[in-house]
């Protein structure tokens, strides 16, 4: 970022976007925006997100609908339970499912649930946010190809006193891919779990190099739309102004320019 000496407050910024949104705040809570309102938080300050997303991950609030997000283990493992609604998640709501996992520990094993995806050559992104019952651990989210050969993984920490957003940025393949939520121990990049419990919540899988705010779903994918602000700086004197607004850009990294960047 560039540090300028231009004195602008929130008001002086123009901003805009055709659609509804959502907000992270440094204090871990999420807020829903309406139409054209800025995500402007007292730490982190002013987000532009110059590019629109489209969240593919459908039902981002109901992971119980077994025929969009699919239970599967083998191996011995039992399929991962699914309890709708057990937890309030970032934005107060009680829209959470809680999931149990079985311990996954020999070779070739796995529980987890899935959403699939077409094939195509594009860079994918996915996050969730995860949060333990009772405990701490470690929680696997990943890519995986239809031959189930190709694997993008993270490993999330997590523990059961705050929300973490489990993100894996800038994955591609060109097959058939799965949205993977749990551990898959074909995948060389994963390691035993013992049995654990976890509320999750607001998936998304979306086209992009690095993930973007959250965009929830149900029955079909959603897209936000581009944010833009604007600031006027006709009459300033560069020489003689300081910066009494912080102003955070979230810049798509393939964007040609940035027009401002406080």
Same mark, same amino acid.
């Given at each position: 970022a560039l540090t300028s000496d231009?004195? %602008?407050s929130a008001d002086d910024?123009?901003?805009?976007?055709a659609s509804t949104a959502t907000c992270d705040h440094a204090d871990g809570t999420r807020t829903s925006l309406a139409t054209g309102v800025a %995500?402007?938080?007292?730490?982190?300050?002013?987000?532009?997100?110059?590019t629109s997303r489209t969240n593919i991950a459908l039902q981002s609030d109901r992971l119980d609908v077994s025929n969009v997000w699919v239970p599967a283990s083998t191996g011995g493992p039992a399929l991962p339970v699914v309890t709708l609604d057990a937890a309030a998640g970032r934005d107060g709501q009680t829209t959470c499912e809680q999931i149990d996992y079985p311990a996954v520990s020999v070779a070739s094993t796995y529980s987890f649930i899935y959403q699939a995806f077409s094939a195509g050559a594009d860079t994918r992104s996915i996050a969730v946010d995860i949060k333990g019952v009772s405990g701490s651990g470690t929680f696997y989210m990943?890519?995986?190809?239809?031959?189930?050969t190709v694997w993008d993984t993270v490993a999330c920490t997590y523990n059961s006193s705050t929300w973490t957003r489990c993100v894996l940025d800038g994955t591609s393949t060109t097959a058939v891919w799965y949205f993977l939520l749990g551990t898959d121990l074909r995948d060389p990049a994963q390691s035993a779990t013992p049995a654990q419990s976890l509320y999750v919540c607001a998936p998304q899988a979306e086209l992009g190099a690095w993930a973007s705010s959250y965009i929830p779903t149900t029955t079909a994918t959603v897209t936000r739309a581009a944010e833009s602000a604007t600031l006027a700086t006709t009459g300033w004197d560069p020489v003689s102004l300081r910066v009494t607004e912080t102003v955070r850009w979230i810049v798509d990294p393939d964007a040609t320019a940035v027009t401002h960047h406080l």
């Open positions: 231009l004195t %602008c910024v123009v901003f805009a976007r %995500c402007h938080d007292a730490t982190w300050g002013l987000r532009v997100e110059r990943s890519n995986e190809n239809n031959n189930a």
